[in-house]
Every structure is written in C-alpha cells, then in structure tokens.
C-alpha cells in the first residue's frame, strides 16, 4: 500500500482546528474548577461532616467513579430532557465532565485534610498563633503543597478527556478533526495534526502548571 | 520568692492516668534545670503543660509572681508570650525559610515591626551559626542546622524562659555538639531554661539544678553534683548506675 501525504489540502483547516483547540482548553477549565469545588466541598464533608451527609457523597463518588464519563453525559444529555430539562450538546458535556472530575477530585483532596502537620501545629500554638492564624500560615500550605501534584495531574486528564465532546457534536478538537476528515478524507494527515496540537496543549500546560507549582511551593516537579 | 513555682500540677492525656502527678517544684530567676529520668518519665510532658500544650488536670503554675490560667485564653497567651519551646523533631514551618520561621511569630503574635524583627532575625540566625541560611528551607538544612534554626526561633521571641524539650536526640551524633555548644553560649549569658536531656555530661556541665523524675512524679531534686554523684533515692541510684555504666 502506498500513501502519499497531502498536507496542503488540510494546512488551510489549521485555524479552524485551533479555535477547536481553544473550545477545548475551555471545557477542560471549566470542568476542573467545578470539579475542584465539588471535590472541596465533599472533601471537607468527608473529614467533618455529619454521618447521613458523608454517606451521600460516597454514594456520589462510588457512583461517578464506577461508571463510565460516556455514560454519565448520555444520562445528561438524553434523559434528563425526559424530565424537562433541556440542555445544549456543551452544556451537557460540561456538567458531566464537572461531575465525574468532582468525584475524582474529592478522592484526591480527601488526602490533603489528612494530611495535618501536628508537629507544626504545636509549634504555632506554643508560639501564641491563634487557631486562624495556625490554619492559614501552617495548615493551608501544606494542604495546598501535598495537592498541587495530583491537582495539575487531574487537570492534564481534563484535557484529554474533552475529546469526549466529540461525540456529542460538540465542535471542540477532536470534533473539529473529524469535520475536517469527513470534508478532505485526508485522515492521517488530519489526525496527526491533531494529535500535534493535543501535544503542545498538554505540554503547554505542564510546563505552565510545573512553574507555578515551583513557584508557590518550590513542588520541583518534572516538566516532561 | 521562685521566679517560676510549680504547685502540685497534675495532667493526663485523657487516659486514667497521669502522666503528671503532684509535680511541685520552683526555680529562680536565671536557673538552667536539668530534667532528667527515664524514658515516659513526664519530663518532655512538663514542659509541654508549661506551654499550654498540655492542659493540667490540677495544680498551679506560677511564673514572676501571676499565676497562669490555662483555660483562659488571655492569660494561656500571656503565658505563651514568656516561655518559648524548643521540641526535640525541631517542628520548623517547612513551608518557610529559616528566616521567615525565626521572624514570623514576632510580626504576627507581637505584632512588632516586620523590618525590625527582619534585623533581629538575621544576627539570631548568625548567632547560632547559620549566617549563611538565611533562605534556606528546613528540608534543604541537616538535622542541627534545623534545630539551631529553631533555637534561633524561640529565642526571637525573648522569652523569660526557653524550654529544651530533648533537643539533641533526633539528631545524628555528630551533630550533636553544634546545639549543645549553641546552648552552652547561651548558658553564659544567664538566659533561665529547662532542658529536657539524656545527655548527661552536658547536663552536669550546664545545669544548676538537676531534677530527676519517674512515672510522673519529681524523686529527687538537688545539684548536678549530688544527682549524678550521692544519690539519695534507690530509684536515682539505680537510674545512674545503670547510664553511668556506659
């Protein structure tokens, strides 16, 4: 089998699967910080909150985590309707992925408010700290260092799995690689492009997320 | 009248218990005591009740003449403001430089001028031999850096009593002569402090007063010289001979 590469009859499609870039780069974001919240949120339930509220939020993550994204925004997207609410094709991926990524995220942050430094608590309080103080200038630092890692980790799967959109007819890039296919049929040229810009996304964002981690919390993580 | 007097305190960690019974002892102003005893003994625990960090079941801390309260707010950080601790695993913030870790408490809990302490800060650290850490974080220091690091940091907050709570034994042997010579430095200028040891000698060579305690309690109290040479209670001499022996 021979095959010729014709990327001129696809270079012209670049800004367009670059817009798709930046749809996608924005349903990542917006689903990471809901995520986060909700992770936020259910993790502190976890450490403090009442029996019957601990209980719904591990129903909530065993439920999202044990089951598939795909599945989850197809409950979104084709039976909700059926009780009246309607939601656009990005709308539902976007709460789905926020959802799933919340369960995920609560896991994560669970760990952080385990991860109390008594040591250096004892020393603030002996100091004359007050309760506030200890917490914001010893506790939240540690939190924030020890889930730096697996929060920009989380993000960096954010990304990727924004693809998912494709499905939905959401014209974000994979969506827009595979328009782009269906007008040119020129597939590896389409999808190696794509598979380019997906790798100056991650990298991009791993180098952005590495520097701000060293330079909040000296976290010397690798780049690449 | 004792500078500090401890009344019959009592405390416990919750359990039934107590881990401080009836403990009464005084000392006077510019005192170096030495706590000795075997391990759970209540020494490390005594000190951690002075601070607050233990609350006392019952009993009475005096200290210059005021009683502390330590169920009152106001008067457990009156007492916080006068003693200062240094804890054998050093608790450093590691979340800051050394300079940061010695200057923070003085900004934020005396509220005294940041650019002052800033000053204080750095000739503390160079006294303690870590002229050249200041931006240090305590992971990057060895083990004495960071416990000079933490001396320099109770010292910045001029307590009237510094509180040594073991603070050579997580440290590696030879590391342990940089804090014991900072310690001695600061013996000679009359600074008042309790230090918890298994260091022997260097109790004998420092203290004025030695205190020997078991499960809890104050057995002997006296000079370094009857401690450590004429004994008087069976348990101190077979405490002493049992360490002397090796």
Redesign the interface.
Known sequence: MSYTLIYSQVSGHIPYLLAGAWLTLQLACISFFIGWGIGLVNAAVLAYGPRPARMAVRAYVTFFINTPLLVQIFFIFFVLPDMGILLSPYAAVAIGMSLNAGAYLTEIQRAGFGSL?R??M????????SLV?TIW??VL??IA?ALYPPLANQFIIQVMTTSIAAIFAVEELTGRAYNVNSLTFRALEVFSITAVIYIALTILCSLALALLGRWL??VNAKVF | MAFLALDGLCASYGGAKDVLSDVTLNFAKGEVVGLIGPSGSGKSSLLRAL???LKPRAGQVTLGGEAVDYGSRQSL?AA??R???V?Q?Y?????MTALRNVA??PT???KRKAAEVEAEARSLLTKVGLGEKFNA?PDELSGGQQQRVAIA?ALA?HPDILLLDEVTSALDPELVGEVLDTIRALHAEGITMLIVSHEMAFIREVATTVVFMDQGRVVEVGPPAQIFDAPQSPRLRDFTARILRH
């Open positions: 430094r040591a250096e004892d020393a603030a309080a002996a100091m004359g700290f103080q200038y010893v630092p540690h260092k919390f000296r | 601070v607050g960090l950080r916080r403001d003693f200062a601790i804890f695993q608790n450093l913030f590691q979340n923070i408490a934020l809990v005396k974080y940091r907050l």
